[in-house]
């Protein structure tokens, strides 16, 4: 956060303005879709052996997972995540709004994720929705899905079950 004040301050990220519902939507989901590609790289490295006992085994304890367990990650993984979001933030002008909704969206999402039972429907497994199933299974399975949001990378990638 402050590193994001600091840039802002000095002019090298800028918000965007709009007010258009349309412009909004896209944003939202260009920000999903772009940290959940840069989320799947970060995750998938904090699984290689020397990073993954340092930062993400604490995480890998929840092989049950519960609705706090988002909140179990090194305070590095959490920095990692802002400093990919400020990397977004600097390439592209997104709105307040669409940052704002995407944040929400982002803490829904985790919590969601780490239920211990479905909250989607079956078919949304199809229509490439990061499911409740489809992180419990990386709890259970950690060579696969490092995707949050989506499944679109890891099925790009063949790390898809
Ligand atoms: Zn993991
Ligand atoms: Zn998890």
């Known amino acids: ?74 305070p590095f993984e959490t920095i990692g995540f802002g400093v990919m979001m400020l990397v977004l933030l600097i390439g592209y002008d997104f709105s307040v709004i669409s940052i704002s909704i995407y944040l929400m969206l982002n803490l829904i999402w985790g919590t969601i994720g780490h239920l211990n039972r479905e909250f989607f429907p079956a078919s949304f497994d199809r229509l490439l929705v990061g499911t409740t199933r489809f992180h419990n299974q990386h709890h259970l399975d950690e060579s696969k899905n490092f995707g949050f949001y989506t499944s679109i990378w890891d099925r790009v990638f063949g790390t898809y079950k």
């Open 1 to 74: 956060m402050l590193l994001g004040a600091f840039l802002w301050k000095n002019g090298w990220i800028v918000l965007g303005e709009t007010q258009s519902a349309v412009r909004i939507i896209a944003e939202v989901a260009a920000l999903l879709l772009l940290m959940d590609l840069l989320m799947y790289f970060f995750h998938y490295g904090a699984h290689l052996p020397f990073i993954y006992k340092m930062l993400h085994r604490k995480h890998h304890e929840h092989v049950s997972t519960n609705f706090l367990s988002l909140f179990v990650l090194h």
